[in-house]
């Protein structure tokens, strides 16, 4: 935590020193300071704020004094880590009552502007329409916005930025009060194939317009949140299609959601972490492994991979561009089967037949042609929520888990679904649900909860679902990265994908580390054992939402990687099929 440096920090310091008068060098060292406490994705203790700060250990405490008599800072007695003071939840309400969010956003606009070399414009929700309030233009030919201008909702990235994030029956209102008029052949006039937008949307934290207003035209949209997290604006960009193009539209998105963020403070963005910690990789305490990237596929989200011992195929999945994928290492082919809606996991089921967690639950998939074919939903009557991480355990039953869309709070679950399809509900109050596996005698279940860092250790009833004497066994912290998917090797070893840690974890049964493999991309998502001897290790990866330095340094994030390990895996169950 002490090395990493928050966005208004270090970085800007600098810059900062230069602009203080004469005379307020005390106050923008206590300014600095908040900046400091309010940037960090975590409360940091006093010792990692003064290694932050640099300031000399006296300056620094006499201002943390003054912060905290003020209300401005307070420091929690769980654990003595700061934080801002409730004297700021007063103050931010004398702002949002005289908020002008015009004038807040035209820095931003003209930023953007000028970074980006398209139009950006900032909207709002007016009468069941998109009404652009203000424009600012880059400096080469492109899209012209009138400032007055009402577009749909349904089809422009503005108008799915300000419904994605709307509640429930507000958004179901002005869902039905929209015509669907078909303005270019690939115009969304199906509300269906809208709310599987708007879930995308949910989940990216951006939208995305790919000439669906207009033809040769395409935009990106966030939602600005007021305080209560509902949208009061939305900023967006738009550009002819031949340069914004689908390799683009998502580094902009990047970039609003980072400037919606500045404008108020907050935007409906995803809340797991979003800041690589450095690439430190150190020594690993066996030889070097060698990770190779076997397709080079650019992924946003790549999750899911699971080893088909009969097809001799890895399958797997992109969450945020929703696709199945069927790998042949063989001869390096990967086959595509684009899914209409957010898809978070692939499941080899007997006879042939793919299984998927999608946003509306448990599919069959037909690979060949794309169709669906609904099977449970552990979740229907539950809004907000989606699938995320499942697997096939003993006994051939499906585990799943859940986590709310932007993982704003601990909505998720962990389900059992039986091959006769009975759904039964095995923990509750999940941040993220991710990784899952069992030991190779099927007596200890693991699963992994992201946001918390824990991945958990539960005793397994083989082939029953019935799960006792849950426990932690291990943690990871946030400075360090944070625990995604997760596989077990015959020798009962616990392999943990580390998001924005650069490496994949090994942990003994007991919990205790044994090695890492570090990564040359940052953000690995979930592994699998696969291979004819079952000991190549499979890494997902996804390149959603890095810094411009992250991509630069890791141009491969969202391939595919591999590498030979001295373990093997399990053989993978069939859903519907007992395990021996």
């Known amino acids: 935590m002490a090395n990493r440096e928050t966005e208004s920090g270090r970085r800007n310091k600098p810059e900062r020193e230069k602009s203080v008068p004469a005379g307020a060098a005390a106050l923008a060292k206590g300014l600095t300071l908040l900046n400091l406490i309010a940037d960090a994705n975590q409360p940091m203790r006093f010792a990692q704020l003064l290694e932050l700060s640099e300031l000399p250990k006296p300056t620094f405490a006499r201002i943390l004094r003054t912060l905290t008599a003020f209300d401005l800072v307070r420091q929690r007695e769980s654990d003595g880590a700061y934080l801002l003071g409730l004297r700021f939840l007063e103050l931010s309400h004398r702002v949002w009552d005289k908020f002008d969010l015009a004038v807040a956003a035209i820095p931003e606009m003209e930023k953007l502007a000028r970074e980006l070399g398209e139009t950006v414009g900032l909207c709002r929700l007016d009468r069941g329409e998109v009404w652009y309030l203000d424009e600012r233009s880059g400096d080469g030919l492109g899209v012209r916005v009138e400032v007055g201008r009402r577009v749909p909702l349904f089809c422009t990235a503005a108008g799915k930025a300000l419904l994605a994030f709307q509640d429930p029956s507000t958004l179901r209102r002005l869902i039905d009060a929209q015509s669907f008029e078909r303005f270019t052949d690939k115009t969304i006039t199906d509300p269906d194939m809208l709310n599987s937008d708007l879930i995308l949307t949910c989940a990216r934290g951006y939208s995305v317009s790919l000439e669906e207003h207009l033809a040769g035209v395409n935009s990106v949209g966030v939602s600005i949140a007021g305080p209560d997290g509902v949208p009061i604006g939305a900023l967006c960009v738009l550009g002819p299609a031949s340069r914004m193009d689908q390799s683009v539209v998502h580094l902009v998105g990047r970039e609003l959601i980072a400037s919606a963020r500045r404008i108020t403070g907050s935007a409906g963005a995803v809340a797991i972490s ?155 109050g999940v941040s993220v649900a991710n990784g899952l596996g069992w030991s190779p005698d099927q007596e200890t279940f693991y699963f992994v909860d992201t946001l918390p860092g824990r991945i958990y250790a539960y005793d397994s009833a083989p082939g029953s679902g019935e799960l006792t004497n849950k426990r932690i066994l291990a943690t990871v912290s946030e400075d360090e990265g944070r625990p995604g998917g997760l596989a077990v090797d015959a020798d009962g070893g616990v392999w943990c994908a580390i998001w924005d840690g650069w490496r994949v974890n090994r942990y003994h049964a007991d919990g205790t580390l044994d090695h890492c493999i570090y990564l040359p991309f940052p953000r690995p998502t979930s592994l699998t054992f696969g291979g004819l001897d079952l000991d190549t290790l499979f890494v997902t990866s996804a390149r959603t939402r890095l810094p411009a330095s992250s991509l630069a340094e890791a141009p491969l994030s969202g391939g595919l990687f591999a590498c030979r390990v001295d373990h093997k895996g399990t053989e993978s169950t069939l859903f519907g099929v007992r395990s021996p």
């Not at 690979?367 to 669906?372: E, K, N, P, Q, V």
């Open 274 to 428: 979003s800041h690589p910690r450095p690439n430190r990789h150190g020594a690993d305490i066996r030889p070097a492994i060698t990770v190779r990237c076997v397709l080079p596929w650019g992924a946003q989200l790549g999750e899911s991979p699971v080893w088909h011992i009969e097809e001799e195929r890895l399958y797997w999945v992109d969450i945020l561009e929703p696709a199945v994928f069927r790998f042949d290492p063989a001869t390096g082919k990967n086959e595509s089967c684009p899914i209409s809606k957010l898809v978070s996991a692939v499941l080899p089921a007997e006879d042939g037949k793919l299984l998927i967690a999608s946003q509306d639950g448990i599919e069959w998939l037909d690979f060949d042609t794309g169709a669906l074919t609904a099977f449970v939903d552990p979740e229907a009557d539950i809004d907000g929520n989606r699938l995320n991480d499942a697997k096939i355990g003993p006994g051939g039953a499906i585990w799943v888990g859940s986590m709310r869309l932007d993982a704003s709070r601990p909505s998720g679950a962990l389900y059992r679904v039986s091959p006769g399809g009975e759904i039964s509900c095995k923990e509750y």
